[in-house]
């Protein structure tokens, strides 16, 4: 079945540089891919969703890319801010014609001013 | 406002003891479903739901039941809950569950079982 690994638990960049955050998946390639963020204490929240046709996808200062040969999407926030900080999560259907999810264990990522 | 709301917020039992964590969504969704997150291990789904009356395992059912009779809520029901049942739980809803829709999570359910 599929698994998901994401780049390292957590990852400290300076306000304003660019921060990528790797997703890696393992088996066959889903027919999407998507990206959340995760508060302390709280719920994720969707950010961007990418499919398998799409090579990018850009919301404001956030980007997506997805390589099926690579099996791997990148995360990008430009212009990092401390507003930021948070842990990102990727998430992708585990099996393909199936319904249920699967997400990685996240990348939290630290912005400092 | 839409929502995904889940109560309690926080529970500490103790095993054995059955309970229920409630969850509902006011958008009118097909699609719910049941996380646990644990340290280490992200989230892993535990049932989900397509409609009315349709649920499905996830990756971690044991221990676990759900139900789904009407379209706003989708309970979780732990029937005799043991300590390793002690995690963060979200609930979460998808008008469609798959390519174009995303889910919206509820805000959690701390659960400590001793």
């Known amino acids: 079945s599929q698994k998901i690994e994401q780049n390292s638990e957590a990852l400290n960049i300076q306000e304003g540089k660019t921060a990528t955050l790797t997703c890696n998946y393992t088996n066959y390639s889903p027919a999407y891919l998507q990206w959340y963020r995760q508060d302390p204490g709280r719920g994720p929240v969707f950010l961007l969703l990418i499919r398998e046709n799409e090579k990018e996808k850009r919301k404001e200062r956030l980007k997506v890319t997805f390589d099926t040969t690579l099996k791997q999407s990148l995360f990008h926030i430009t212009a990092s801010q401390p507003a930021d900080s948070a842990t990102y999560l990727c998430?992708?259907?585990?099996?393909?014609?199936?319904?249920?999810?699967?997400f990685g264990t996240g990348t939290r990522l630290k912005v400092l001013a | 406002e839409a929502q995904v709301t889940q109560n309690p917020r926080y529970l500490i039992t103790v095993t054995g003891k059955k309970l229920t964590v409630t969850c509902s969504q006011n958008m009118n969704h097909e699609y719910m479903s049941w996380y646990r997150q644990d340290p280490g291990l992200g989230l892993r789904q535990i049932y989900y739901?397509?409609?009315?009356?349709?649920?499905d395992k996830g990756d971690v059912p044991e221990g676990y039941k759900v139900s789904r009779k009407e379209k706003r809520n989708f309970p979780l029901i732990l029937e005799s809950p043991s300590p390793n049942q002690t995690s963060l739980y979200f609930c979460?809803?998808?008008?469609?569950?798959?390519?174009?829709?995303?889910?919206?999570f509820g805000p959690g359910t701390r659960l400590t079982v001793l």
């Open positions: 979460a809803s998808s008008s469609v569950g798959r390519v174009t829709d995303t889910q919206y």
């Open positions: 998430a992708l259907d585990m099996e393909a014609g199936t319904y249920k999810y699967i």
């Open positions: 739901s397509m409609n009315v009356e349709v649920t």
